[in-house]
């Protein structure tokens, strides 16, 4: 079993930065492909970026160069560094431990055995 706690959402600005945290439960964090998704009202949760357990990253062409995932095996936490926000990056963001993925390939929501709760980001024009 493993938690996945979410942190760091907020309302920022046009052009402004975020960073945001998952803590995970769990001695074997360090074995799962991590992700991250986002809803926005009305629409469907949509992939954003994974990290294989290894460091391998991929990214949504829509985030791709403005976005990074990192990792810290350590400390069992995964982030998100978001930079250049835009209006259309509101949503609410979620983590995602998978089971399997394919690195340099979309992670899908089918391949996710766990789903934090989710942390709001706004970003006003």
């Known amino acids: 079993q493993v938690q996945l706690v979410e942190s760091g959402g907020g309302l920022v600005q046009a052009g402004d930065s975020l960073r945001l945290s998952c803590a995970a439960s769990g001695r074997t964090f360090s074995t799962y492909p991590m992700g991250w998704f986002r809803q926005a009202p009305g629409k469907v949760r949509e992939f954003v970026a994974a990290s294989s357990s290894g460091g391998l990253k991929y990214y949504a062409d829509s985030v791709k160069g403005r976005f990074t995932i990192s990792r810290d095996n350590a400390a069992s936490t995964v982030y998100l560094q978001m930079n250049s926000l835009k209006p259309e990056d509101t949503a609410v963001y979620y983590c995602?431990?998978?089971?399997?993925?394919?690195?340099?390939?979309?992670?899908?929501?089918?391949?996710?055995?766990?789903w934090g709760q989710g942390t709001q980001v706004t970003v006003s024009s």
């Open positions: 995602a431990a998978a089971s399997w993925w394919i690195p340099g390939r979309t992670m899908q929501a089918g391949m996710v055995d766990y």
